[in-house]
Each structure stands twice: as C-alpha cells, then as structure tokens.
C-alpha cells in the first residue's frame, strides 16, 4: 500500500497567516493527490483535485502544488472558517489511503 | 446530496446493513465508495464500486466481510458488513467519486455511526 505522510499532526496559526501543508507519499503517485478539508460533525469537504485543480466552490485562497512524491497545500490568508483538519489521499493505485491528517489550530 | 442510514450498536460477531440515498444528481454514471473514521483519527477508504458495478473493490480490512452493492434506478448504495469487529467502530461516509472511474471523493453524507461493542 502507498502510504501518505502529513508532517506537522497540528500546526498552529493565526487569523491572516499563510499556511502550508506537506504530505509525502510512500512511491510516486503522479499527480493524482486529492486535499480534503474535515470539521466535527460535519462531511469532509474536497478541496484540491489532480494536485492542484481547485474543486468547485472552493475559495481561491486554497492552492496546492506537487507532483510524484511531494505535495504542498497553501492557505493564503487564513481564515476563522478555515480552522480544521486537512488530509490528502492518493488515487494513483488501489487501495486509495489517505494521510493521517493535520489539524490547523487558532494560535 | 447522499443521507446515510442504518448505523447503530452491534454486538460483535453481528450483521449491520449501511444505506445510503443520492438526490440532486444522476446517480448512475458515479463510482461510490465507502469511506469510514474513528473520531479524531484519519480517514480510511473502505469500499468502493464502478457505475455498472462489475468492478468492486475492498480494502484488505473488510475484505471477504462487507459487500458493497448499488441500485442506480433507485439511486442507492448499500454496504453489508459481517462479522463486525470492535475495529470496525467508526463513522461511515457514503461518498461519491467521479464518472471516469477515479477514486477521489466530491460529495459526502453526514455519515452514520457504527458501534460494535458487547
């Protein structure tokens, strides 16, 4: 199985911060890397397709970049909303895995 | 919108059967998936099945235990789990992946709680 690494399991920041995210996949995975955004309570939300396509709907302070291994997602000037946990998953080969999640706190 | 049903506390050893309806959007041409997690841990991917539903897969995890099948004139998805395990506790997702078959995730349900404790 490809495993997906997320660095940071919590990473604290303040309101306007950029922020940066890294996951790292076990074995090139292309560019079929997909971030999700999770709340409590509430479905995760897609955010980044193909690496760096921007889902529909998402605000264009997210962005993402990477291809084989190394994948970064950039929140440009956060915000209160944006307070949650981001994973990455990788599509490239069965089974689909998901990295263990970063939690972005208020500072 | 996908609405999940049919979660609830089992014994373990016991039977649950997951459903999941899709309104707003042509269901048919999706692949769907099963996605589960515990609360606070990651997410793990479950079980997932193309449109026409001759292509299924199973994560190693529930494999020869669940079975995920669909209903496209009733715009449905269903998993039936055997054998649970207290591992199996999590909160399950029905989430819709795309029409050419690639398996990243752009509608959830709000899930539904499986609780497999004696």
């Known amino acids: 199985d490809i495993q997906m690494t997320q660095s940071l399991s919590t990473l604290s920041a303040s309101v306007g911060d950029r922020v940066t995210i890294t996951c790292r996949a076990s074995q090139t995975i292309n560019n079929w890397l997909a971030w999700y955004q999770a709340k409590p309570g509430k479905a995760p939300n897609l955010l980044i397709y193909k690496a760096s396509s921007l889902n529909v709907g998402v605000p264009s302070r997210f962005s993402a970049s990477g291809y084989g291994t190394e994948f970064t997602l950039t929140i440009d000037s956060l915000q209160p909303e944006d307070f949650a946990t981001y994973y990455c998953q990788q599509y490239n080969r069965f089974p689909w895995t998901f990295g263990q999640g970063t939690r972005v706190e208020i500072k | 919108r996908l609405v999940e049903s049919g979660g609830g506390l089992v014994k373990p050893g016991g039977s649950l059967r997951l459903s999941c309806a899709a309104s707003g959007f042509n269901f048919s041409p999706y692949t769907m998936n099963w996605v589960r997690q515990v609360p606070g841990r990651s997410l793990e991917w479950v079980a997932g099945i193309i449109s026409s539903s001759s292509h299924i897969f199973y994560a190693d995890s529930v494999k020869g235990r669940f079975t995920i099948s669909r209903d496209n004139a009733r715009q449905s998805l269903s998993l039936q789990m055997t054998s649970l395990r207290a591992d199996d506790t999590s909160v399950y997702y029905c989430?819709?992946?795309?029409?050419?078959?690639?398996?990243?995730?752009?509608?959830w349900g709000q899930g539904t709680q499986v609780t497999v404790s004696s």
């Open positions: 989430a819709r992946g795309t029409e050419d078959n690639l398996f990243f995730f752009d509608l």
